[in-house]
């Protein structure tokens, strides 16, 4: 029997939620279908395809080799299918679809302000949002599982476009009494004994870290690695010992004098933004019209949310209004 002639996207729907939850009685709840009628679109897929996807497991299913190929390519075709549904939608008038974007964690201090921003002006648009660090990211993009992806440097191991957007100044800080803000000047050999703070390999922050050491001639002593910005404030915080972070991440800590910014020459750094996308990807056009709108407002709207967050002037937060004499990296 031909798939072609005797499947659908109904099918394949049905086959992508049993898989993913495991259960078909699951999927069933969530296609608004009952359990039989799940079960029989199943089968009519199988019969289809010519052999079996999936055996039963206890209460759920296990997916066989030939269940697991299908769903990846079923996978691609259904998120191929929704860009299509979109687009055609907005010939109707509708700026309408799905937003599939990708963020490193630090931009998720400011990134989820811009969104909204964007959705208010555009209430059809549903946002598909994924959160982690940049080898997770940019792995993701590759894959095509997300439009756009927000980050620091671009990655070099695959083909993208990327354009800069808004600054993201970075800075070696410490809490007001760690032992190194008792200097009037603190040397990079200093910090490369300090036994710092720093981020999981395949974060964006570590490697940019291990970049700063290695032009020096350095070697980056690592005292404590932690997968979260939140555990690396908390315990620079705590005096542990210092950290490199984006000054975005850290507005409410400047202000209340639990972190400083320390006196070392070009700090704190002034890094960029960039939106991304691969080579070969056709955005969509809700991809499209995002990508403009964070490259024209995007810096404006982070700077509007910082200012609410510190309730004063930028100028006032040392760090935010980078000085032009500062080390721009590349």
């Not at 079923?74 to 907005?90: A, F, T």
């Not at 070099?156 to 800075?171: C, G, H, L, R």
């Amino acid at each position: 029997m031909s798939l072609q002639k005797s499947a659908n996207i109904k099918h394949l729907l049905t086959f992508q939620k049993v898989a993913r939850s495991g259960n078909v009685s699951v999927a069933a709840s969530e296609l608004f279908l009952s359990q039989s009628a799940t079960s029989i679109q199943l089968a009519n897929l199988e019969a289809a395809v010519g052999t079996k996807l999936i055996n039963r497991a206890g209460r759920g299913v296990r997916l066989t080799d030939a269940g697991y190929k299908l769903l990846a390519l079923s996978e691609r075709m259904l998120v191929l299918w929704q860009e299509i549904s979109d687009e055609m939608e907005s010939y109707l008038g509708d700026f309408s679809g799905t937003l599939r974007i990708g963020a490193v964690t630090t931009a998720e201090y400011w990134l989820p302000h811009v969104l909204v921003n964007f959705v208010n002006s555009h209430p059809s648009v549903k946002l598909k949002l994924q959160v982690a660090n940049k080898e997770e990211i940019v792995r993701s993009m590759a894959a095509d599982e997300i439009d756009l992806a927000v980050m620091g440097n671009p990655p070099e191991d695959i083909k993208v476009m990327a354009q800069s957007f808004a600054n993201n100044p970075t800075a070696f800080l410490a809490s007001p009494h760690h032992p190194l803000m008792k200097n009037a000047q603190v040397s990079m050999a200093m910090l490369a004994n300090a036994r710092m703070l720093v981020r999981e390999k395949g974060s964006g922050a570590r490697a940019s870290l291990e970049q700063i050491f290695k032009a020096e001639g350095l070697k980056l002593q690592i005292g404590s690695e932690l997968s979260s910005n939140e555990s690396i404030k908390q315990m620079c915080i705590a005096g542990l010992a210092p950290a490199y972070l984006s000054l975005h991440s850290c507005a409410l800590e400047m202000r209340a004098g639990l972190l400083a910014v320390l006196p070392l020459p070009n700090n704190p750094l002034n890094r960029r933004w960039f939106v991304v996308h691969t080579q070969s990807k056709a955005l969509s056009r809700v991809a499209s019209v995002f990508m403009a709108h964070l490259i024209e407002q995007g810096e404006i709207e982070i700077d509007q949310q910082l200012q609410q967050i510190s309730q004063m002037p930028l100028e006032s937060l040392a760090g935010w209004r980078i000085p032009s004499t500062v080390t721009v990296l590349s």
